[in-house]
C-alpha cells in the first residue's frame, strides 16, 4: 500500500465496541480494572494496558500505532511538542560526560537546548559543519554517543549528504538522529538511508492547518540497542524496544511529556491528508520560487528544488521535493519589514507547513536572544525572510506577493 492508503486502513490496536471507523477521543485520566490483580499487572508490564493517561490512552496509541504502521518503524512514542521528542529523546540516550556531534545550523530552540539545557545536564556538544566529512570524522571519540542533524536545516535550508552521515555513523556505532520535520515521512524515507531514530514536530506539516502541538519519536529499528551501555537494563528486559520502553517506563513519564487525547486525535485525522497537502505544497513553493528568482528587488533566493541551489542534487536524492519553506533576502531589515506590512494574503508567524502561507524574519525573531555575531556564524542576515509555502491558489500567492514587492 501506498502513503495514503496506509494513513486510512492502519489497524485499530484494539477492535472499538461500536465499530466505529474512527478511534474515540478518550479523554480522561485513569482506567478501570476488573481486579486488584489485572491492575498490578498492568503497572509491572506483565500485561499491556492504560492504567493513567500521563503514560499511555488509547486514542494516542493509536495514532502511534498508525504512524508505526506507515513508516514500517519498530516503536513511536508520541509526545506534547516538537522539542519534547528532541528533549526526552537526548535525556533518554545520554549521561554526563558523553559528547554529541552536530551543527550551529540548527532551529533556534534546538540550538538553545543543545547549547543550554543539555550542556547543563554535563553533555559536551561538538558544533561542526555538518556537510564536511572530514570534521565529522575528527569530532569522534570515545564518549561521542550521538551524530544530530536536520535533513533540511530551518531557516538555512541545508542539506547534508545522508549516506556519508550513515557511513560515519555505523562505521563507529553511533546512533545516527534526524529531525526531520521540514521532510516528514511522506517526502522521506528516514529508515531506507540509515537514519535510527526519527524526530519531528507534528505541529507542522502532520497536523494540517496547525490545529495542534504535537511531537513524534520514531525508532526505525535499525540500531542494535545491544551494543549501547546506557540501555543495558532495557535491552535485558525488551531486546530491540529498549530505547522505546525506556522512553515509556522511565524518561517519557517522568518528564510529563504526554500529548493530549484531543490532539492525538487532530493528528491522526492530519495524516490522512498529509500527502494531498504536500502534492499542492510541493507544486505551490516550486513556482513561487521561480517567480522571486525573476524580481530584481530580491537579492537571492534559497530553495533547494530551485536548479541553481548546491544543493539541489541531494534535494533530488533523498526527498520527494524539499518541504515547504524557502528564504530569500531583500537589502535590509527596513526593506523586508515593509514588504511584511503590505502582505495581504499571507500571514505574519512564526509556524511553518501551515495549510496557509506564513512569512517571519529569522534574525530578528526566532534568534532574538543571539548576538549580531552569533547570529552572523549561523548564516543569518537582517534582510532574510523565510516563507513557508501553503495550499492557497498559486496565482493569488503570487499576486500578493507582487503587490507588497511595488511598495519598496
Known amino acids: 500500500m501506498r502513503y495514503t492508503t496506509r494513513a486510512l486502513h492502519a489497524p485499530y490496536p484494539k477492535k472499538d465496541t461500536h465499530n466505529s471507523l474512527r478511534m474515540p477521543i478518550y479523554q480522561n485520566a485513569a482506567f478501570d480494572f476488573d481486579s486488584a490483580e489485572e491492575l498490578e499487572e498492568v503497572f509491572t508490564g506483565k500485561k499491556p494496558g492504560h492504567a493513567y493517561s500521563r503514560a499511555s490512552n488509547p486514542t494516542i496509541e493509536e495514532l502511534e500505532s498508525k504512524v508505526k504502521f506507515i513508516t514500517n518503524a519498530t516503536g513511536v ?67 561521542t554517543k550521538i551524530i544530530f542533524f536536520e535533513t533540511i536545516s530551518n531557516p538555512e535550508l541545508i542539506i547534508p549528504d545522508i549516506k556519508i552521515l550513515s557511513r560515519i555513523s555505523k562505521d563507529n556505532n553511533l546512533i545516527l538522529i534526524a529531525d526531520t520535520t521540514m521532510t516528514p515521512f511522506y517526502l522521506f524515507d528516514s529508515k531506507k538511508h540509515g537514519v535510527n531514530i526519527d524526530l519531528l514536530s507534528a505541529t507542522k506539516y502532520i497536523s494540517g492547518g496547525g490545529t495542534v ?14 551494543t549501547y551501555p546506557h540501555l543495558d537494563k532495557f535491552y535485558k528486559l525488551a531486546n530491540q524496544n529498549a530505547f522505546i520502553v525506556k522512553l ?48 530584481p528587488k530580491i537579492k537571492s533566493v534559497n530553495y533547494p528544488m530551485l536548479e541553481n541551489n548546491k544543493f539541489n542534487h541531494l534535494a533530488k536524492e533523498y526527498f520527494l521535493f524539499a518541504g515547504a519553506v524557502l528564504t530569500f533576502d531583500l537589502k535590509n531589515k527596513e526593506e523586508a519589514y515593509k514588504f511584511m506590512n503590505n502582505l495581504k494574503l499571507i500571514r505574519r508567524s512564526t509556524n511553518i507547513q501551515d495549510n496557509k502561507s506564513l512569512i ?20 543569518l542576515r537582517e534582510g532574510t525572510l523565510r516563507l513557508s509555502v501553503g495550499i492557497e491558489d498559486i496565482d493569488d500567492l503570487i499576486e500578493d506577493v507582487t503587490l507588497a514587492l511595488a511598495k519598496i
Request: aromatic share 10%; glycine share 6%; hydrophobic share 40%.
Open 213 to 226: 502541538i504535537g511531537g513524534l519519536i520514531i525508532d526505525n529499528g535499525n540500531f542494535n540497542w545491544k
Open 360 to 379: 517571519i524574519a529569522p534574525y530578528h525573531t526566532i534568534y532574538a536572544e543571539y548576538t549580531d555575531e552569533q547570529k552572523f556564524s549561523f548564516g
Open 77 to 143: 512514542v508520541a509526545t506534547s511538542s516538537g522539542m519534547s521528542a528532541i528533549s526526552n529523546t537526548f535525556l533518554a540516550l545520554l549521561k554526563s560526560g558523553d559528547n554529541i556531534i552536530t551543527t550551529n545550523k540548527l532551529f533556534g530552540h534546538t540550538l538553545s537546548f543543545f547549547q543550554t539545557t543539555l550542556v547543563d545536564f554535563g553533555v559536551e556538544v561538538r558544533f561542526i559543519d555538518i556537510t564536511n566529512e572530514n570534521e565529522i570524522k575528527n569530532a569522534i571519540d570515545e564518549k
Open 248 to 295: 515509556k517506563k522511565q524518561t517519557f513519564r517522568n518528564m510529563g511529556a504526554c500529548l493530549t487525547a484531543q490532539s492525538a486525535y487532530m493528528l491522526s485525522l492530519g495524516l490522512e491528508t498529509l500527502a494531498l497537502r504536500s502534492d499542492r505544497t510541493a507544486s505551490n513553493i516550486i513556482n513561487l520560487a521561480n517567480f522571486l528568482n525573476t524580481n
